[in-house]
């Protein structure tokens, strides 16, 4: 997985572009997404966990990944609803 962001992510904003009602639909779709994601994480979290406790120490690394996408996908949830971006995270554009 790459952890980098494109100019759309990082480029600071001058002035947000979509009408503030069109964005206050997509922040509340976002915002119930985020709690989604919050429960997913602890999830595979607990899961790792167990998963270490069986498995003398090893982490599962698919879950590992998974868990560092979620992540991601926050961070870049996180700028969208505080204006520091205008580029929607996914499902509204492409999973990076």
Sequence with gaps: MQDVDDDRDTAPLDKLTEP?????????????????AQS???????IQFVIVLIDTR???ARLADLGCMVGAWVAKAARYM???TNAKPWP???MD
Aim: aromatic share 10%.
């Design 58 to 60: 090893q982490p599962n």
């Design 82 to 84: 505080v204006g520091a």
């Design 20 to 36: 503030l009602g069109l964005r206050l639909v997509y922040m509340v779709i976002i915002g119930v997404m985020l709690s989604f």
């Design 92 to 94: 509204f554009r492409e």
């Design 40 to 46: 997913v994480l602890i999830l595979l979290a607990v």
